[in-house]
């Protein structure tokens, strides 16, 4: 018996099975809306046999997209375009849909990754990013706005409206990014915020911000539907953020209800030093759960069924997430459940597929013909 390929509840959304298919920017959208690139690659990966999509991370405002290519919904026709896809995936699949809603503060205006990456100079048609404090993220770039009482109220409201459009759209589940160097990350770690208010200073003060928004996509999310948070469990920097502080943060959001907690890390400073090797975040999702009880996803360089049904079976997460693995082989989930004897749902039409050796890898499925 497989744990991986069984059943979790997050508040009344019901999962299959304990498998995401994580966010992953597709640096593709124009002015923000998705259009047929996001058509192909979210409809193929929601036949992946993965009990939850989640979109990539989609900007909230247009000035947080980490690129000109993110993906957004902050107006009509950032939902209007979205709205086909979604569609689609509920004609042919059962997956569960969440959204990464993400504001990349002073790390928006950058390239694409494959034009390198770097940040846009304004002159050549990038725009002035903001952050919790005039502090750059390399050495020698033009350093972020420091966001003031009313950029915090605006960059908070447009939280709010997008998860508003999100529950328009239909969408399971929200997922708020807290990691990789983004805005509410910068907000967090003490490398990013030197601010001298209330959101800067203790952990208490440093985490102020981030929670407030929280709060308010939990306040008009529907009451039975999950929000989760993905973090950076360390900055991998001395003197940053790291583990201890983000088991404090972790109970906190418990507090708030919480329904997970993806743990990611990393992403704040160019001095990071990441040991980067199997499965190398999972030892902080299993801290974070060890110490607090909240359902956790681990995510990074799990590739193989084996191991990701060590990692739930143990209990060191409650879920695994996959991102390049996914990329890799869209039905990753599919061959993990003949892998390990689970279980998974695939669209009438590629049942055929099935392999002769695992009868049952489809449940109950009839094909005939005359
Ligand atoms: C193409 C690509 C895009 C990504 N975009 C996002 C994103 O939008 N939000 C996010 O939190 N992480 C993003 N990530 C990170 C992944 O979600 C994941 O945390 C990381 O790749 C480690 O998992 P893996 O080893 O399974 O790829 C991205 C990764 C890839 C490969």
């Not at 770097?118 to 002035?128: A, K, R, Y």
């Not at 009482?149 to 409201?157: E, M, S, T």
């Not at 009451?223 to 950076?232: L, M, N, T």
């Not at 959001?253 to 030093?273: A, M």
Request: hydrophobic share 40%; net charge neutral.
């Amino acid at each position: 018996m497989s744990t991986l390929f069984t059943p979790i509840k997050l508040r009344d959304l019901a999962l299959r099975n304990r498998i995401m298919v994580a966010p992953m920017c597709q640096y593709s959208a124009d002015n923000g809306e998705a259009n047929d690139w996001h058509f192909t690659h979210i409809n193929s990966l929601a036949l992946s046999g993965a009990a939850m999509f989640c979109i990539e991370a989609t900007a909230v405002e247009a000035i947080g997209r980490i690129t000109p290519g993110c993906l957004g919904l902050w107006n009509d026709a950032t939902e209007a375009a979205l709205r086909p896809i979604i569609a689609s995936v509920r004609k042919h699949s059962n997956i569960a849909i969440a959204m990464q809603l993400a504001h990349a503060g002073r790390k928006a205006s950058s390239h694409v990754p494959w034009d390198g990456g770097q940040l846009i100079p304004m002159s050549e048609g990038g725009w002035q990013v903001e952050g919790p404090s005039a502090l750059s993220h390399k050495e020698g770039e033009t350093p972020p706005r420091a966001l003031d009482a009313a950029g915090l109220a605006r960059v908070r409201d447009a939280f709010v409206a997008t998860a508003k459009r999100a529950e328009r759209l239909g969408l399971d589940a929200l997922e708020l990014h807290c990691a990789h160097g983004y805005l509410l990350h910068q907000f967090l770690s003490p490398i990013s915020n030197r601010r001298t208010d209330e959101y800067g200073g203790s952990l208490q003060n440093r985490m102020r911000y981030p929670l407030e928004v929280f709060d308010a996509i939990r306040a008009v999310f529907p009451e039975h539907k999950p929000v989760g948070i993905k973090v950076s469990a360390t900055d991998w920097v001395e003197g940053g953020w790291d583990v201890p502080q983000t088991i404090e943060f972790a109970s906190e959001l418990k507090k708030r209800g919480v329904d997970w907690i993806d743990v990611s890390s990393g992403g704040v400073s160019p001095q990071q030093k990441i040991p980067l090797g199997p499965g190398y975040q999972v030892p902080l999702a299993q801290a974070i759960k060890q110490a607090t009880g909240v359902t956790t996803m681990a995510v990074g360089l799990i590739t193989e069924p084996k191991q990701a049904e060590e990692i739930v079976a143990s209990g060191k997460a409650d879920m695994i997430a996959l991102a390049r693995a996914m990329l890799y082989d869209p039905r990753w989930a599919w061959h993990a459940a003949a892998e390990l004897g689970g279980q998974v749902e695939a669209p009438p039409q590629y049942w055929r597929s099935q392999p002769s050796t695992h009868k049952a890898l489809f449940g109950a499925t009839s094909f005939g013909a005359r």
